[in-house]
């Protein structure tokens, strides 16, 4: 629906998740934790919000070619902020379902960067590598051998879901690190706001994996469910800060009150949300374990003072 967003129409919403945020905060990151995870950055509010906006040109580049063949430089140029356009994305081969689903995420990600640009302002959209290769390296790396055929992000539905697997999870930790460091109501309301949508992607992402949980992905003679549990792994390997990524089959011990064994929420031992700082996103999303040395998605780097601030450390 193509409205400006209301926040204030939704305060009971966003109060909830204000404390679900600050829960997540305090519940998986200790004093003990700081040095290897990242202390604490001297940023603005604007700067913070800004950080987030790489993932967001991230997540809206990956669902709008994915679903339709085309980006943000057909749609909402302006946005774009004449960075260059991304390498490698294309349009998958979805059935119609799933083509329909991802087709929303795309532009509610539209939303969110305008959401952003308008509050904040904005930051130039980065270099982005989208290409099946870059995804094929992720795998390999998760899987701890080459795959062949390489892994194709766009190749079908089920290859589709996993890559997108690897994407908006990392947003919506990210955004639940922030809050507690926002000084300003408005800006906690704005990134309460998108985290509660980023939070509904990767809960429609896992729950579509989920019910193909023990499906085989040809030809690799991995299941769905392991898929997500080596992909998480490598997440938490890059990070370098624990566990706070799991796939969507765990031990009961990691289960809501080691009870379960389906992990359709990743949640911590309260079922409060994991958080990670901005090191630990730059750690994954670079895909070489450090925030100062680019590459994977963002061959150039994230934009933003923060990301340059942690390229320079």
Known sequence: ????????????????????????????????????????????????????????????????????GRGLDSIVPYLAQGGPPPVGAQKANLDPLIQQIIEEFGYQEVGHLRAIYTKVG??????????????????????????????????NSINYLLASYLIPYVGLVGYVGTIPYLSDFNSKSLVASLLGVESGQDAVLRTLLYERANQVVAPYNMTVAEFTNKTSALRNKLAMCGIK??????????????????????????????????????????????EAKPGGFYPRGANGRIARSLRSA
Do not use: H
């Open 122 to 155: 904005g930051i130039q959209r980065p270099l982005l590598n989208l290409s099946a290769q870059n995804f094929a390296q992720v795998m390999d790396e998760a899987v701890g051998r080459k795959l062949q055929p390489p892994f194709d992000p766009y190749a």
């Open 245 to 290: 990524d799991e796939g969507i089959i765990v031990p009961s011990s990691l289960g809501a009150e080691n009870r379960t064994t389906s992990n359709i929420l990743s949640a911590d031992s309260y079922s409060v949300s994991y958080s990670r700082t901005p090191q630990e996103i730059a750690r994954i999303v670079y895909g070489t374990g450090n």
């Open 1 to 68: 629906m193509a409205m400006k967003p209301c926040l204030s129409t939704s305060l009971p919403f966003v109060l909830l998740l204000f404390s679900w945020a600050f829960g997540g905060a305090a519940s998986n990151e200790s004093q003990s934790d700081l040095p290897k995870c990242g202390q604490a950055i001297e940023a603005s509010d604007a700067d913070r919000v800004k950080f987030a906006m790489n993932l967001e040109f991230l997540e809206a580049e990956f669902f709008l070619y994915g679903a339709l």
